[in-house]
């Protein structure tokens, strides 16, 4: 298949070193990002806690100063679909529309998406801008709506990357650490496309005219084009999308092959109106995309955002369970009312009661309302717990395993019965009623590091006694204490357990860490990349082999083919191992790294960039 002058296959255009294949490559059954599960998706904090106790934040340009160093700082962006309004958020929507007529004039194809209904040749849009109304009548202006583009163009992939995600969304929080690009609106739904007629009421599906994609299929192929592209020519973007629709739900994986990070913004809703084909599409998509996501170590904000102001009655642990359910080691909870998020002490007791999850969850068909393959009973093992939810459609009763149970509100129960669409969860009855938070241990990271690693250990508990292994074995009380901060010299996994008066023992923490004793490596990502002729400015990447124990300060001299050599540096952030940096580009540039301050420079010292 063939979409405008490019084919899909071969997919690799560029060079690559092999520290960027070993960075993309890189796994961890351990937690690696920030060692909290609190999130957020645009929505500030309730009375009592603060943005820096969020582990990640999408919507993070606005607060992203006062957001703790490794949080992940997600920049809203879009990437299938731009308009006029998205000049004010950064993307030159005008730069696009006149290079594409550029390139029409030269008798190039053009860059978005035109079908041709009724004879005539239209815009394909994006419905979800369009104010649809009950006839299907378009009712914003013009300058709110969405226009699809091919996705797999080269021209505009490039575009994409150097003249929006660099210098609009990236090089503004450069100093920051573990920003990502967060691409909203990512329905990949060929049928959420279409055309106006002539009375303005939108026609969805009107096949797309060539060379763009035709079909269903095609277009779902183009989106994982896209992000296999922007994973090789720029291995150090951090992508995070939502996500809402797909033609077809058992191409996530292959599309989401090469998309670190993934939210669902609501994760309750399907509560709200639990019929039969609301409980299907929870259980066939979202329920299963979060289960692989988790199973690929992936980051995942799971947002909750239609809880009723008065959350206690029951939402927030309904909610709570979901989370529970699918989560993975580097998730992240964000329940929130619509305006505000909810405290996260309403909920962190529940999950450090529960303890850490065992495997991954179950379910079982039970008789209830239809016959489809979501009229199940979910379940899932904790090491002091198990969590329950009902979506059968009606109210089932569940007997508990062997053992003493007790309820949320610490009741001791031997069986549990749940009303459909609702969710609760059992603990080991235990000494006490509350349970002390599993101690958080940093840095996390996914990187080998150069010792000496300072790792440290904290409680939210004052004056718990914290004990740790470094061995990977279960810590017991004859374990050394916590006492400050750790050096490790050798590789370690890390295992650490509070305890506390009045509170029952925490539930055990785990990290790994690889440490390695010499120096890092430092050279390009990629070896060499292409423009076009608009293109002024290229950004070569910067990759280190692991993360140092100090600054690292790259220099390197930038030889343009027309103009004066230039000189520069890169600067590493702690704990981060990419970096880039603009060089102007006027016809073709080799970028070579000269030297460099806490790093040995590597083979592929040099980057290449034409028009």
Known sequence: MTLNRFSIAPICLVLFSPLAQIHAQTANPYRTEMDTELGSIFTPPATGFHYSDFGAYIGADQYS???APRAIKGHYGHFNHFGPFDEKLGFPYTGLRNYEAQEVAAGRDPIFVTATYEGKKRPVLFNAYLGLDSHGKATTPPSSWMYAVNVADERFIKFWLNEYVRPAELLPMQKLNNVWVYLDGCAFFYAAYGVLDDNNTFIPGVPWDPPFQQNSTEYLNSIAYFFNQVAQLAPDIKINTDFGSMSDPTQFSSIY???GSALSEDDYSWTVSPSQYVRDHYYLEPMQWLSWLAAH???????SLYLPSNWQNGALLSAFVNYELVKGANFFFAPRTGTTSIPPSAWEGWNAALGNPVGTFQSTLRTGKGTSVSSRLFWREFTEGYVYLNMTGITQTVTLPAGKWVDPSNNPVTKLTLPTSTATFVTAARSSAVTAPAPAIEPRTPYSITGPA????ASKIPGA??????????????????????????SAVVQAQAVASGYNPSAISSASYKVIATPPTVQFATSSDTGYSEITTCYPVLALSAIPDGPVIVTYSARPAVGAPIIGTATFLAGEVYTFFPVPVSGSVKVTITSAVGAVVGAANTFEFSN
């Open 297 to 303: 170590n992936r980051p995942v904000i799971v947002g």
């Open 65 to 67: 100063t006062i957001l």
């Open 465 to 490: 006694t914290i004990h740790y292994t470094l061995d990977g074995k279960t810590p017991t009380s004859s374990s050394p204490v916590y006492s400050g901060p750790i050096e490790l010299n050798s």
């Open 454 to 457: 300072t790792i440290t250990i």
């Open 257 to 259: 092959a090469n998309v």
